[in-house]
């Protein structure tokens, strides 16, 4: 067993935690600390990466306290410090790569400095111990993509977006109807009393080769309709309805893709894990039930708190890599891009 502190500050949310285990998890979250920026963004309707930064700088010493606190536990009792380092927004991101740097030296623990992607990917073992290996179907504002993990830090990446990312996608649809930020809960609070049916909106890549996604042809369809509807509370809930079945059912074709490819089929996987804020949309996860049946393999969602950006997974991530003996030294980059599959390094317009 192993207890790790975790620290997050990759967007809008600084977040530090305490968790205890050992692979293949579940863990045991001891302490999960997430202060919210939302009411600092929501009148620029998006994240504003300069006022990210320094509300991390303002809040990082105490939330990284009250975890602390609220596990019971000092430094001394820590066996590690597991820290977001990319990608994301490189400020905030250096902001928590600072702290986990200050506090592994001076308590002279192993530091291990995260990718914040494989968290969210292996946020299903500390919640349920999924085995390797197991598809991953990543969506969040910043990332889409679909990936095979079989363990830690060995990815393959099978597709991803080749413009917008999905949440993204929400976000801007929220925007464009005056739904408010964040864009995702709002679209989906407005499309529950919506026709997902009245208005004509794409489904990008659906039945094409491969398995990458597209987002910007479904938000310029929706960009089209407000143009030219009267936005009543009605036409706001139908459209919010007919983007959110359209971005799902986009989701839902490219995840089907692969799991009726030769990559997938061939890797024994027996597990379906959806992680990334966008893993908390209802719809989404009632369609990724049916798919997973039908294709006989087991879906695993994370509970939403755990699905939005936080710091156990970013402690349970580094419990697995400190098992594992991957550790890093105190020279460790801040990355605003970091690819999971090592193959897309270096590659020019690789999306991380």
């Keep these: 067993m192993l207890t790790v502190l975790g620290i997050e500050t990759s ?19 001891l302490s999960n600390v997430v202060a919210s920026q939302f009411d600092a963004h929501r009148p620029y309707g998006g994240v504003v990466p300069e006022i990210a930064a320094r509300a991390h700088a303002e809040l990082i010493d105490s939330v990284v306290e009250r975890a ?27 902001v928590g790569l600072t702290m986990g740097k200050a506090l592994a030296l001076a308590s002279g623990k192993p530091l291990v400095a995260l990718n914040h992607l494989e968290a969210h990917a292996l946020t299903a ?26 363990g830690v830090g060995q990815f393959q990446r099978l597709g991803t977006t080749i ?14 109807l005056g739904l408010g930020f964040p864009g995702g809960p709002a679209v989906e609070k407005a499309a529950r009393g919506g026709d997902p049916a009245r208005f004509r909106l794409p489904r990008p890549m659906a039945g094409t080769a491969g398995y990458d996604f597209s987002f910007s042809g479904l938000k310029s369809a929706v960009r089209r309709h407000v143009e030219v509807t009267e936005l009543t ?5 139908d459209l919010a309805a007919s983007f959110q079945a359209a971005a799902v059912a986009a989701l839902i074709d490219r995840t089907q893709a692969a799991l009726s490819g030769p990559e997938v089929r061939g890797a024994g996987i ?23 049946e039908a294709h006989g393999v ?41 690819p999971l599959d090592a193959r897309m390094a270096g590659i020019a317009g690789a999306k991380a």
């Design 11 to 29: 967007c809008d949310e600084t977040a530090a935690s305490v968790v205890s285990g050992a692979t293949p998890g579940p863990g045991r979250i």
């Design 270 to 292: 027996k597990s379906l894990v959806v992680a990334g804020g966008v893993a908390a949309n209802a719809a989404l996860g009632s369609a990724l039930r049916g798919l997973a």
């Design 163 to 176: 413009d917008d990312a999905v949440g993204e996608a929400f976000d801007k649809a929220a925007k464009l």
């Design 68 to 94: 602390l606190a609220d596990a019971g536990l000092g430094l001394a009792q820590i066996d590690g410090i597991a820290v977001t380092a990319g990608p994301g927004l490189v400020g905030g991101v250096a």
């Design 233 to 237: 509370d009605e036409a706001i809930a």
């Design 125 to 150: 073992r500390l919640v349920d111990g999924v085995g390797y290996p197991f598809l991953l179907l990543l969506v969040s504002g910043g990332h889409c993509q679909l990936l095979i993990c079989r």
């Design 298 to 338: 087991r879906l695993v969602v994370p509970l939403p708190g755990l699905c939005t950006d936080n710091a156990a997974m970013v402690a349970w991530a580094g419990i697995e890599r400190l098992e594992a003996g991957l550790t890093d030294g105190l020279a460790a980059p801040a990355r605003a891009r970091w």
